[in-house]
Structure formats: structure tokens, C-alpha cells
């Protein structure tokens, strides 16, 4: 297969919500690689930000946080991950005090690092499959 | 026709991707984005556009709040993760709700209603009337007689100099429906026809009489309707 003869179409990892994302992109892999890698940036920017409210307890502007970051997962196929941190983001509602999410956050940690790496190597294939084939 | 349209979103991924089906759809111009609505509303008191994409949740003010300022009243259509502000949409009457993050084929169904909307409303633009329903019986009014319409709570009065007529409606509905050439809302409670306005002092504008408050927000819109010389 030569560049600029797309035949082969990138398949998405099936960890991922494989059928959303064919329906979200349909064969733009172009853009999906832009959506990917902005995604990425944006992710571990703000959940930096995200464990600095939560250290610093404030409750409030990590709710803010979440909620912003929650959408970032449904462009990349996690809807598991969005369901995870909307489920967070009520129980950051209903706290009266870091202690009362401490466990939920942890929760939320290591389902984000997992994210990223996940999201780290599908940017990975899809630059791959575009410098490739488009 | 290309739709003039503004982006208030403060997530950047989400507007990207937006910006990439406006484009595509070769409907819609997106003039300006913006991470929040404070932005998007000094934007709006000076430029006219014809749709807003709006995000709810958003750094400082809502989206919501956003549409409780604004001087005029584009289409709106609401970008957000969270399905449960629907009722609160509807109340806005904006013209759809998207779920981010949503496929193109539903933008395009949302550009379909847009153009949809946009029909109706330049089809009632020549209107220099209108029908209320008061008494138990449709009533028509001319723009010519009526001087304002004011709330009170469920309902609203229109008041023209020979008679005062209340019915069952919302300023907030009805900001949509009179004709933007003639009417304008100056204040969450009044829409007033600004053709009649005899003197505006401060904060205050006078109909054959009446006073009438103009909000903060308002101000500036008022401003640049009437004629200063």
C-alpha cells in the first residue's frame, strides 16, 4: 500500500468505544490525531490543575475542574472514564470536606494516568497510520 | 447563506472540534471563540451574530447567564456534557442541545433547525402586528399602539395609551417572537417599543409618562438603538 492511497483504514484499539469513534471521525484520521493529541494536552494540564485543588482542599474548583475535563474522554472513546468522573463530580458535590473524596480522587488518579497511556499510544498509531497512508 | 456564528466554550478540544464542523458544513461562520461568557458578552454588545454555540458550565458566569444579558436574541445552541439542564434549554427556547461530544451528522441535524428557525422568523419580520389572546378572545395589536409590554410573573401587559391588556405569556417567550425593528427588552421585566420612548434619564427611560427601569446589562444596547446626535 503506497502514501496517499488510503485503502487500508485505521482501525481504533478495541479497548476504545471502537463504533463511536468511527461514527465521531468516519475516516478523518487526520482530525482524529489533531483531537487526540489536543486532548492529551489539555488532560494533563488540567488534572495537574486538578490535584493542586485537591490539595489545597478546595472542593469547589476541583468539581470545576472534573467537569471541564470530563467531556475530553468522550472524544478519544472512553466513555467508561467520562461515566467515572461524572460520578466523582456528584460525589464532589455532596462533600463537606477533602477527606470525604480522598478515596474517590485516588480512584480518579489512576484511572487517568491509565487514560493517558492508553490515549499516549492510539496518538502513537495514528500518527503512524496517517504519515503512512495519507 | 452562511450563518454568523460565536463560540463560548471553555474547553479547547471541544471548540476545535466544533470550529472543524462549521467548517466543513460551509453553513456557518464562526466569527470569534471564546473560554468564557464575561468575553462573550462584551463581544455581543458590540457585534451582531445570528448564532451562538454555548456552553453551560464555564469558568465564572454560565451560559445561562449569558442569555439572561444579552440585548438581542440569536439562535442559540447549547454545547454541554450534562443532559440535565434540557428543562432549562427549553425555558431559554434556544434551538437545540447538543451532548459533547456529538457527530456531525447531529450538528447537521442542529444546522437543519437552525435554518429552520431562521425561515420562520424572517417570514414574521414583516409583520407589523400581532395577535394576543386576552379577555378570552385573540386581540390584534399594532406595533404602532403598543408602548411596552410588561411582566408580572406568569403573565405579561401589554400597554398601548387607550388600554392595558394582560395575558398569559413570559417576556422571555416573547422576546423572540416581536419584531427586533421595533421592540427591545431593556430590562429582565420590560420590552419596550423604542420608537415611543420620550426621554431616558440614568437608568430610567419614560413611555407617554411611564417610567420604566433599564437594567445594567441593558444600558449599552439601549444606547446604541436610539439616535444620539
Known amino acids: ?134 | 447563506m452562511k450563518y454568523h456564528s460565536i463560540i463560548v466554550e471553555d474547553l479547547p478540544v471541544a471548540a476545535e472540534f466544533l470550529k472543524k464542523f462549521c467548517e466543513k458544513s460551509g453553513m456557518i461562520e464562526v466569527d470569534q471563540h471564546f473560554l468564557n461568557a464575561e468575553d462573550a458578552l462584551r463581544f455581543l454588545n458590540d457585534n451582531v451574530v445570528e448564532l451562538i454555540f454555548l456552553d453551560v458550565e464555564m469558568p465564572g458566569a454560565s451560559g445561562f447567564d449569558l442569555l439572561d444579558q444579552l440585548i438581542y436574541n440569536p439562535q442559540v445552541i447549547l454545547t454541554t456534557s450534562k443532559t440535565e439542564y434540557a428543562y432549562d434549554a427549553f425555558q431559554y427556547n434556544v434551538t437545540d442541545y447538543l451532548k459533547k461530544p456529538f457527530t456531525y451528522q447531529r450538528f447537521l441535524e442542529a444546522i437543519q433547525k437552525v435554518s429552520k428557525k431562521s425561515e420562520q422568523l424572517n417570514g414574521n419580520s414583516d409583520q407589523n402586528h400581532m395577535f394576543i389572546k386576552s379577555d378570552g378572545k385573540l386581540i390584534r395589536l399594532s406595533n404602532e399602539d403598543i408602548l411596552y409590554i410588561e411582566s408580572m410573573g406568569d403573565y405579561v401587559k401589554f400597554v398601548t395609551p387607550a388600554k392595558k391588556y394582560i395575558t398569559h405569556n413570559t417576556i422571555k417567550n416573547l422576546e423572540t417572537k416581536v419584531n427586533p425593528q421595533v421592540f427591545m427588552k431593556v430590562h429582565r421585566s420590560y420590552i419596550v417599543n423604542y420608537t415611543k420612548i420620550d426621554d431616558i434619564q440614568e437608568n430610567v427611560l419614560f413611555i407617554k409618562g411611564n417610567m420604566i427601569p433599564i437594567s445594567k446589562a441593558h444600558k449599552s444596547g439601549v444606547m446604541q438603538k436610539i439616535n444620539i446626535l
Open chain 1, 1 to 134: 500500500m503506497s502514501k496517499g492511497d488510503p485503502q487500508i483504514l485505521f482501525s481504533f484499539s478495541p479497548e476504545l468505544d471502537t463504533d463511536f469513534l468511527r461514527e465521531l471521525y468516519v475516516d478523518d484520521f487526520r482530525q482524529a490525531e489533531l483531537v487526540f493529541e489536543s486532548s492529551l494536552q489539555q488532560l494533563r494540564s488540567e488534572f495537574s490543575l486538578a490535584r493542586a485543588r485537591f490539595h489545597d482542599g478546595d472542593i469547589t474548583g476541583l468539581k470545576k475542574v472534573i467537569h471541564k475535563v470530563k467531556p475530553i474522554f468522550g472524544y478519544v472513546g472512553m466513555n467508561k472514564v467520562q461515566e467515572e468522573y461524572k460520578d466523582f463530580e456528584e460525589s464532589c458535590v455532596n462533600a463537606r470536606s477533602a477527606a470525604d473524596i480522598e478515596s474517590g480522587f485516588g480512584l480518579i488518579i489512576g484511572i487517568t494516568e491509565q487514560a493517558i497511556q492508553k490515549m499516549e499510544t492510539e496518538l502513537k498509531r495514528l500518527k503512524q497510520y496517517n504519515t503512512q497512508f495519507l
